[in-house]
């Protein structure tokens, strides 16, 4: 496998789709860990922990020892469609699996409730039908 550092850009997006999107969530889950997104600090800590994930997951892939950089939440540039969330979240989670406890990182649980989000705003989700019978 290989990994790359993913852009500001990527991890802000993937952040603001949890609740600026079209169904908005209050919070996110971190495992045992519940976040309330109605604070910006907040959501300035999720950001952190997509990024040192990211970091992390390179360093290790590498054999490097470089810090995470301090990525400062905004509002993302634009809107993404939920499909873009959804491979976006594809990517994140490629490049940021090289560690050991991805598994059972925050992080992992983080992408999870992103993915989750954006499949709830795909176009027909809330007219299908909850049970096949």
């Known amino acids: 496998m290989s990994a ?20 908005r969530s209050n919070t996110v889950w971190t495992g045992e860990t519940r976040i309330d997104l109605n604070k910006t600090q907040n959501v300035q800590k999720v950001v952190d922990i997509l990024v040192k994930q990211n970091h992390d997951s390179y360093n290790d892939r590498y054999r490097r020892n470089g810090e995470a950089p301090k990525v400062l939440w905004k509002k993302p540039a634009k809107h993404y469609s939920p ?51």
């Open 83 to 133: 499909v873009q969330i959804l491979k976006a979240c594809f990517c994140y989670s490629y490049q940021s699996c090289e560690t050991e406890d991805w598994e059972s990182s925050s992080a992992k649980v983080i992408i999870e409730n992103i993915q989750d989000n954006a499949i709830r705003c795909l176009s027909g989700y809330e007219e299908a039908d909850w049970e096949i019978i």
């Open 4 to 23: 790359f550092i993913v852009s500001d850009n990527h991890i802000l997006a993937l952040v603001g789709s949890l609740f600026l999107g079209p169904s």
